[in-house]
Nanobody, 125 residues
Framework: QVQLMESGGGSVQAGGTLRLSCAPS????????MAWFRQAPGKEREGVAS???????SVRESIQGRFTVSRDNAKNTLYLEMNNLKPEDTAKYYC???????????????????WGPGTQVTVSS
């Protein structure tokens, strides 16, 4: 069974930078949308960013300009560059992937096929 595995999380001070990676345990055929989510304690999970295999992407409006999503299609690997981190970015970050275009998962009624177990990001003030 294909699994995703996140890495790169950790503890940083406000203003710091982290780069998260997400790679599958084996090659995923027909990779479509890959995405990042996060969940802070006591809060609902929220979408952070998503990217199609043609590079078109979207980033949550509240973090635009600080976070950049990218992917390496040859490796099916997803990245999230997080700059100028703030304490409110503290959360567990999850990656997800599915065979369809991202628009089908953004309110289209479809659920991502693959999920990772998450990696913790903690930002101190």
């Amino acid at each position: 069974q294909v699994q995703l595995m996140e890495s790169g999380g950790g503890s940083v001070q406000a203003g710091g930078t982290l780069r998260l990676s997400c790679a599958p345990s084996e090659l995923i055929l027909r990779p479509g949308c890959m995405a990042w989510f996060r969940q802070a304690p006591g809060k609902e999970r929220e979408g952070v960013a998503s990217i199609d295999n043609d590079g078109s992407n979207s980033v949550r409006e509240s973090i635009q300009g600080r976070f950049t999503v990218s992917r390496d299609n040859a490796k099916n690997t997803l990245y999230l560059e997080m700059n100028n981190l703030k304490p409110e970015d503290t959360a567990k970050y999850y990656c997800a992937a599915g065979p369809l275009k991202c628009r089908y998962y953004h309110g289209g009624g479809y659920n991502y096929t693959y999920w990772g177990p998450g990696t913790q990001v903690t930002v101190s003030s």
